[in-house]
Nanobody
Framework: QVQLVESGGGLVQAGGSLRLSCAAS????????MGWFRQAPGKEREFVAAINWSGINTYYADSVKGRFTASKDNAKNTMYLQMNNLKPEDTAVYYC??????????????????WGQGTQVTASS
């Protein structure tokens, strides 16, 4: 199994940037697909971005395209989410997730098996 730990959240003004990290441990395999989700108070968990193990293929929700970038450093067993031009509506708890998968992509939270504890991101206006 895989253990995930997010870090890098914080409070920024609208227009600012944050870089989230998701460190994986317990197993580092080439057959895991990873994703980022977020959940704001009173709202459902929503897809943000996803990336395959190689880091070559990335996927983004329309709401963050052009502003967020997912990447991976397999040597460090870490996934990143670079968030630029943050907006107040980006405020949420951000979770990284992982699941087994070698083909396709996954954007539904129910498709993931492993989750981090979450990190708070707040963009103030």
């Amino acid at each position: 199994q895989v253990q995930l730990v997010e870090s890098g959240g914080g409070l920024v003004q609208a227009g600012g940037s944050l870089r989230l990290s998701c460190a994986a441990s317990g197993r580092t395999a080439s057959n895991y697909f990873m994703g980022w989700f977020r959940q704001a108070p009173g709202k459902e968990r929503e897809f943000v971005a996803a990336i395959n193990w190689s880091g070559i293929n990335t996927y983004y929700a329309d709401s963050v395209k052009g502003r967020f970038t997912a990447s991976k450093d397999n040597a460090k067993n870490t996934m990143y989410l670079q968030m630029n031009n943050l907006k107040p509506e980006d405020t949420a708890v951000y979770y990284c997730a992982a699941r087994y998968g070698t083909t396709g992509y996954y954007s539904n939270w129910a498709q993931y098996n492993y989750w981090g504890q979450g990190t708070q991101v707040t963009a103030s206006s």
